[in-house]
């Protein structure tokens, strides 16, 4: 069975740093692309990034909303994808999903909180 | 960017009557290998988002039979022929042809009137 757990969530301040991770089970990890998205309390699903399986060079995409604020990585021998959240903003207040695979976004964790204030 | 606009945004249905939600792309979403990712979730109040129709009109494991989707280029359709109570909750489409970014619906809230 596909499993996606988030966790890392939490209370931050304006401008400081998180760390989210996905850990991933039930199928082969480093197979697959795997996605963030974000729902902010009460709005809509919005695409953070994603990070491509090494097999395609491991390589990111981001929303303009995070660009160059926010890194995804993954580490395949222990089935964890990161999202690294520098800077941050009190609107990225929202709860994070990651999901497997860009094309398909078939299986989602069950999210984990995000609050940004002071 | 491909914008996915959603209508109605809001939805009260009946039990036991149908429902239908449109999707509209902003641009074609057929890709270059000939497929068309648009895809749509339902998020039932408290959950994470689930999906239930992948690539127009692919059923996922488990979604009832009253769920179809149909549609193509940038005209797509969510059908629900008779709506139950286990239904309410929002419904998104998503595209995942063109990105980044990859971009999702506004959503739609089925209620139960």
């Known amino acids: 069975e596909v499993q996606l757990v988030e966790s890392g969530g939490g209370l931050v301040q304006p401008g400081r740093s998180l760390r989210l991770s996905c850990t991933a089970s039930?199928?082969?990890?480093?197979?697959?692309?795997m996605n963030w998205v974000r729902q902010a309390p009460g709005k809509g699903l919005e695409w953070v990034g994603f990070?491509?399986?090494?097999?395609?060079?491991?390589?990111?995409e981001y929303a303009a909303s995070v660009q160059g604020r926010f890194t995804i990585s993954r580490d395949d021998s222990k089935s964890i994808a990161y999202l690294q959240m520098n800077s941050l903003k009190t609107e990225d207040t929202a709860v994070y999903y990651c999901?497997?695979?860009?094309?398909?976004?078939?299986?989602w964790g069950q999210g984990t909180l995000v609050t940004v204030s002071s | 960017d491909v914008v996915m606009t959603q209508s109605p945004l809001s939805l009260p249905v009946t039990l036991g009557q149908p429902a239908s939600i449109s999707c509209r792309s902003s641009?074609?979403?057929?890709?270059?290998?000939?497929?068309?990712?648009l895809h749509w979730f339902q998020q039932r109040p408290g959950q994470s988002p689930r999906r239930l129709i992948y690539?127009?009109?692919n059923r996922d494991s488990g979604v009832p039979d009253r769920f179809s989707g149909s549609g193509s280029g940038t005209d797509f359709t969510l059908k629900i022929s008779r709506v139950e109570a286990e239904d309410v909750g929002v419904y998104y489409c998503?595209?995942?042809?063109?990105?980044?970014?990859?971009?999702f619906g506004q959503g739609t809230r089925l209620e139960i009137k």
């Open positions: 999901s497997r695979d860009p094309h398909y976004f078939d299986f």
């Open positions: 039930g199928f082969t990890f480093g197979d697959y692309a």
């Open positions: 990070i491509r399986s090494k097999t395609y060079g491991g390589t990111t």
């Open positions: 641009q074609s979403l057929v890709h270059s290998s000939g497929n068309t990712y």
């Open positions: 690539r127009v009109s």
């Open positions: 998503m595209q995942g042809t063109q990105w980044p970014p990859i971009t």
